[in-house]
């Protein structure tokens, strides 16, 4: 039965009555609990089930094979404990990082389990860059789950949400940035006065270690965005050091060995920082791929009747970047397009990743060079690097538009290769 026949029948052609029992049995109720909640003999339910089952041409296996079409065309009315049961978790949309627990969660192995171990490290340090929406804060989210198991003193401060104005002064930001651990620190001592005659980086180092010799547990400190303040050098251009000096104090130190710092930023941004004044050379580095074909086989498989058949076609047009393959599994799923309608319109202006070019094409045009050096890459179908365009083009393959092949740049995807050929047409 497909949708069109289902909407057909439900509700228009159940009675006042029998939408009731049919509610109920979608929630787990059995006939018993429905005959007393509906003040029926107890026979009375399963003569009503088979009746509803019948108008859906079903002759068996009635609460199994309905509640398996309600999955599938009116979740919202299935009980979350039913749908589970049957396989089924309600499809979100993913619009956001996934949760620690999400059923939609793809380990992308051996990464997960390299971040579990830098967090037994005395004084750790992770990097975790990539492009936007490859999932960086949902391992972030991961991280953090696995930390607080280990009993960590945790703390995630997501740099997306402080405003402009304490960004934009090196003083402000650091007396807040010191402000929200000790807020978001159980433990933590009372804030003390700021020291204003030392240099504002002591004085924020000096009160972060009689923070961390007052725990009794390693503390980790997870700041999300960091590359929130890539567009403010003064205030980044003493952040980062500090930082980078917070992770040498733990080879000096046993108090700052209870340290495990976790940093997350875009690499859109970073390259036009100093590396040797940012932890950017310091720390281990780990870089967010993109899905493989196996984990996309993991990942159709949670969508609730997807067929393996899709994937094929959907990778060799996007490969496996973990937000359009998520986006494309959602539509699918739910069943607001097909696999040809998906593929036809995926490199327009109208398809269901118009906002993801929308801010492709927005930092393109803020970037000097960088929309004629894609456009040769792209007329051309591969560019050759070159001591004149190897910055752009490593600035292009940071942004997940390029991917770079011996000496020669290409678009990272067809997606990319087909939008843009249009873009530059007009």
Request: aromatic share 12%; with cysteine; hydrophobic share 35%.
């Amino acid at each position: 039965m497909n949708r069109e026949e289902f909407e057909k029948i439900y509700p228009a052609e159940l009675s006042p009555i029998q939408n009731e029992v049919l509610k109920l049995v979608l929630q787990g109720k059995t006939n018993k609990e429905i005959a007393d909640e509906l003040n029926f003999s107890e026979s009375n339910p399963a003569k009503h089930l088979k009746k509803i089952a019948e108008k859906f041409g079903f002759k068996e296996d009635y609460r199994d094979r309905l509640t398996e079409m309600f999955i599938k065309y009116k979740s919202e009315l299935v009980a979350p404990e039913i749908g589970r049961k049957y396989g089924y978790n309600p499809l979100i949309f993913p619009d956001k990082p996934e949760k620690a627990d999400s059923y939609f969660y793809i380990e992308r192995k051996p990464i997960e389990s390299r971040c579990f171990q830098q967090l037994s490290e005395p004084g750790s340090l992770l990097r975790i860059a990539a492009p936007k929406q490859m999932g960086k804060t949902s391992l972030l989210n991961k991280i953090i789950a696995k930390g607080k198991q280990l009993h960590y003193h945790t703390v995630n401060l997501d740099l997306r949400l402080v405003e402009t104005t304490k960004l934009a002064d090196e003083t402000v930001f650091l007396r807040s940035f010191y402000a929200w651990i000790v807020n978001e620190l159980a433990s933590s001592p009372p804030l003390k006065a700021w020291d204003d005659d030392l240099p504002v980086m002591v004085s924020c180092t000096k009160h972060f270690q009689a923070i961390l010799k007052q725990l009794d547990r390693p503390f980790l400190l997870v700041i999300d965005n960091l590359d929130r303040i890539f567009d403010y050098p003064q205030t980044y251009k003493n952040f980062l050091p500090m930082l980078r000096r917070w992770h040498d104090l733990a080879n000096e130190s046993e108090t700052w060995e209870k340290l495990r710092l976790v940093i997350s930023y875009r690499t859109e941004d970073y390259g036009r920082l100093d590396i040797n004044q940012s932890p950017f050379n310091v720390g281990v580095p780990i870089s967010v791929r993109e899905f493989n074909y196996n984990e996309v086989e993991i990942l159709r498989n949670r969508h609730y009747h997807l067929q393996p058949e899709v994937v094929k076609p959907l990778m060799a047009a996007i490969g496996g970047h973990p937000y359009l393959i998520r986006l494309a599994f959602y539509a699918l799923a739910k069943e607001e397009l097909t696999l040809e309608q998906v593929l036809n319109s995926a490199a327009s202006h109208t398809g269901i990743y118009k906002n993801h070019f929308r801010q492709l094409v927005s930092y393109l045009q803020e970037c000097v060079n960088l929309e004629s050096i894609l456009q040769s890459i792209v007329n051309k179908q591969g560019l050759e690097i070159t001591g004149r365009n190897n910055k752009q083009i490593y600035q292009l393959e940071a942004m997940g538009i390029v991917k770079i092949q011996g000496n020669l740049a290409l678009t990272s995807r067809q997606i990319y290769q087909t939008y843009f050929t249009h873009y530059f047409k007009n």
